[in-house]
């Protein structure tokens, strides 16, 4: 069955086409430093806001359009969804998909016959995926959205839904393995706290660790090699989650040993929410050489919670893809749409015309970093701000070759410090520059 049969595979015409169901900018086969977009930027579709988002918001039940809803039974339905998924990244044309373990399968009334339901349906994916050049990202498994989870997962004061976590994300591990999952995201829905009035953080934040040891020993006896990621958001649903942002989350894995295990998922909404820029995130995760993958989207500016907007920000995609660049690419990781189409757009094409804008965005990015880059455009003014440190006192600071006592001495000898413009507005403009002259190309 045709679950998108009005829709043909999406090309790309280029910057003049007025095609809404057609690439302006992303052009898989473009060479990006050396690198076709498709092998740069690795675009994957988030399973659960295409497949099983509704649109349902506080106010009112969902308005998606969806062909696979016609069927009342869930595992009917779970298996519509794979089949329309596939035919959805046919036509998109992505190399990757992400999912959770209860966006493709159902839960059952117990473990044992929700990790049955899984099979089903990962049998199912498995067989498509034989005959689809489109390879699965990440997996990860849902210890959020059921009750049991209300005072978390591994962090739980109730030892049971320790255990029943480690359990499903067993299985996590056994299905990445079995699908070919390049990574493998730990999102700690709920792992923080509603009030320190009634939380042991330190035992929180052990068992925490605890948890994360016992996945990767158990990753390693069953030969499962992806990389492992963690995704942080700094609140809700909880009042201060773990794994606030990427610094808090490196200096978590550093107390525990885990630095050499993980690295992060950023997701530009996330970092948002935590009071940082996109890039900001970006950047420090890649300086500790801990950028592993991202969640491609965008929160609303005068919205205050996870709003997952299509990225469509320009400055955005390119201050994302010239970290990108600077670290290399994403190795095991991709850009990842964790994003939904507004509550307006509820009809199935709206799916593929928010995925379009988001790839036509980043590639916008990916090649307005890449000028930068080339042109050493932004580098060149940092170099020259920093040029104290390359001679002289400043490199025996950086060196280590001098002392308290030594710079005192030094410091009498200064009669007077002359600062120069940090230039943030000519960069600005630069920025701009580079991206005007871009797309009129």
């Not at 049955?116 to 990962?122: A, F, H, P, S, Y």
């Not at 001679?391 to 070759?401: L, R």
């Amino acid at each position: 069955m045709a679950y998108f049969d009005n829709i043909s595979k999406i090309k790309y015409e280029g910057a003049q086409s007025k095609d809404p169901l057609a690439f302006k900018f992303y052009n898989p086969e473009e060479q990006i430093n050396g690198k076709s977009m498709e092998e740069l930027m690795r675009f994957g579709v988030a399973y659960w806001h295409t497949f099983t988002e509704d649109l349902s918001d506080p106010f009112g039940v969902g308005t998606a359009q969806r062909p696979w809803d016609k069927y009342s039974d869930p595992m009917e339905k779970a298996k519509a969804r794979v089949e329309a998924a596939f035919e959805f990244f046919e036509k998109l044309g992505v190399p990757y998909f992400c999912f959770h373990d209860y966006d493709i399968a159902p839960e059952g009334k117990n473990l044992k016959e929700t990790l049955e339901n899984q099979d089903i349906i990962v049998d199912m994916i498995e067989d498509h995926m034989r005959d689809s050049k489109v390879k699965l990202l990440w997996n990860t498994v849902n210890n959020f959205t059921n009750p049991m989870f209300v005072h978390g997962a591994s962090t739980s004061n109730n030892a049971d839904v320790f255990a029943y976590s480690a359990a499903k994300v067993k299985k996590g591990l056994e299905v990445g393995k079995r699908l070919g999952a390049e990574s493998y995201v730990f999102w700690g829905g709920r792992e923080g706290y509603e009030s320190l009035l009634n939380t042991n953080m330190g035992l929180e934040l052990d068992n925490l660790a605890r948890f994360f040891h016992m996945a990767n020993d158990y990753a390693k006896e069953i030969g499962f090699d992806a990389q492992f990621l963690i995704e942080p958001k700094p609140k809700e649903p909880t009042s201060h989650q773990y794994d606030f942002d990427v610094a808090h989350g490196f200096a978590f894995l550093q107390k525990y040993g885990l630095e050499n295990v993980f690295k992060f998922n950023i997701e530009a909404n996330h970092a948002t929410l935590a009071g940082h820029s996109f890039e900001h995130e970006l950047h420090y995760a890649r300086i500790n050489g801990m950028l592993g993958s991202v969640d491609a989207n965008q929160g609303h500016p005068h919205l205050g919670w996870d709003t997952d907007e299509f990225p469509s920000d320009l400055y955005s995609t390119t201050l994302a893809m010239y970290e990108i660049l600077k670290n290399g690419g994403l190795e095991k990781g991709g850009l990842n749409f964790d994003a939904k189409v507004r509550r307006t757009s509820f009809k199935p094409e709206d799916l593929f015309k928010a995925h379009i804008v988001g790839m036509d965005s980043f590639a916008i990015g990916a090649k307005v970093a890449q000028r930068l880059l080339d042109d050493k455009a932004l580098e060149n003014i940092i170099d020259n701000r920093y040029s104290s440190y390359n001679d002289g006192i400043g490199k025996e600071i950086v060196t280590g070759n001098t002392d308290f006592k030594k710079l005192q001495d030094y410091a009498y000898g200064i009669d007077k410090i002359e600062h120069e413009s940090g230039n943030v507005e000519v960069i600005k403009s630069i920025l701009n520059q580079y991206l005007v002259t871009t797309l009129a190309k």
